[in-house]
């Protein structure tokens, strides 16, 4: 089965400098999905950013950016210029492009970014 | 439009009693799923429904677990009886289709906690 790990639980940041968020992957497909979610504190998770594994082109949107490193199986998320409103827990997320499994999401344990103004 | 949402937001029973959570999707999602988040771990995933049709329950953990959505609409998930190991944030998502690289919507969540 797919696993993902992030391997820090709690980071900080201060406004308006760079942080980079650590994600790695185990699987023995070559075709998927990556994907960064964003839960701010008793709200809903919503996207922040999806990588296509066939895709070599690492995915921007706005201040979030990320490196895929799909030999490494590694996907770190890296916000630029960092704001209050990005204190949240981030979940790494791999999804499966074909086969049984192309249903579910497999995630990792979440890592809290704190925002320090 | 209104997100995906779920009622209660939080939940604390007593060991052996039962519990019903309620997840209503976003309008005209055929796609709906159910995961848990156990205090510190990755989220899991439970199982998915196309319209009213079970597609996938690989991930109940075990028969206290009942999952339905009759019509194909809003979904419910009963614990029944309740342990400890039971507690968590259970997540409901929806999606229009899976076989892409959509996303799924999810909702806040309910956190659940057996005493």
């Known amino acids: 089965a797919q696993t993902v790990t992030q391997s820090q639980p709690e980071m900080s940041v201060q406004e308006a400098e760079t942080v980079t968020l650590s994600c790695t992957y185990d699987t023995s497909e070559s075709d998927y999905y990556l994907f960064w979610y964003k839960q701010p504190p008793s709200r809903q998770m919503i996207l922040v950013i999806r990588q296509e594994a066939y895709k070599q082109q690492n995915a921007t949107e706005n201040r979030f950016s990320v490196n895929f490193q799909k030999a490494a199986k590694s996907f770190s998320l890296k916000i630029s210029d960092s704001q209050l409103g990005d204190a949240a827990m981030y979940f790494c997320?791999?999804?499966?492009?074909?086969?049984?499994?192309?249903?579910?999401?497999?995630f990792g344990s979440g890592t809290k970014l704190n925002v320090k103004p | 439009e209104a997100g995906v949402t779920q009622f209660p937001s939080h939940s604390v029973i007593e060991k052996g009693q039962t519990v019903t959570l309620r997840c209503d999707p976003i309008s005209g999602h055929d796609n709906l799923y159910w995961y848990r988040r156990v205090m510190g771990k990755e989220i899991k995933f439970l199982l998915h429904?196309?319209?009213?049709?079970?597609?996938?329950e690989s991930g109940m953990p075990n028969n206290r677990f009942l999952a339905e959505r009759t019509g194909g609409t809003y979904s419910t998930l009963k614990v029944q009886p309740a342990e400890l190991e039971d507690s968590g944030v259970y997540f409901c998502?929806?999606?229009?289709?899976?076989?892409?690289?959509?996303?799924?919507?999810f909702g806040p969540g309910t956190r659940l906690t057996v005493l």
């Open positions: 997320a791999y999804r499966s492009a074909q086969g049984y499994n192309f249903n579910k999401f497999y």
């Open positions: 429904f196309v319209k009213e049709s079970k597609q996938d």
């Open positions: 998502a929806s999606s229009q289709e899976f076989w892409t690289s959509n996303e799924q919507f």
